[in-house]
């Protein structure tokens, strides 16, 4: 089992930046790659961004390519996802994902293999 917690959502304005972590405990931190996706109201689950093992390889949603950073640190077991220039359409409850493979980090991975872990999300409200 890998327990994930996501720290970091809050109000900020648009144009604002947070950072949020995902904290992760249990098996091996490092056999994981490591995601983001976001839900905003009355609409589906969306990948935000992908990690692989060692912070190599990272893709993004088109519309954060440039504003979000997505990092890890194997040592702390821990994932960062920095949102700058941030938008109200950036709006939505934010989820960590942990999956041994990463091409499952994905929308089309989630939907159609599940993604072996989830964390409770962290909620993140920009206005305008």
């Known amino acids: 089992q890998v327990q994930l917690a996501e720290f970091g959502g809050g109000l900020v304005q648009a144009g604002g930046s947070l950072r949020l972590s995902c904290a992760a405990s249990?098996?091996?931190?490092?056999?994981?790659?490591m995601g983001w996706f976001r839900q905003a109201p009355g609409k589906e689950r969306e990948f935000v961004a992908a990690i692989n093992w060692n912070g190599d390889t990272t893709y993004y949603l088109d519309s954060v390519k440039g504003r979000f950073t997505f990092s890890r640190d194997n040592a702390k077991n821990t994932v960062y996802l920095q949102m700058n220039s941030l938008k109200p359409e950036d709006t939505a409850v934010y989820y960590c994902?942990?999956?041994?493979?990463?091409?499952?980090?994905?929308?089309?991975?989630?939907?159609?293999?599940?993604?072996?872990?989830w964390g409770k999300g962290t909620l993140v409200t920009v206005s305008s």
């Open positions: 994902a942990a999956d041994r493979i990463l091409d499952r980090v994905s929308d089309y991975g989630y939907r159609t293999f599940g993604i072996d872990y």
């Open positions: 249990g098996r091996t931190f490092s056999d994981y790659a």
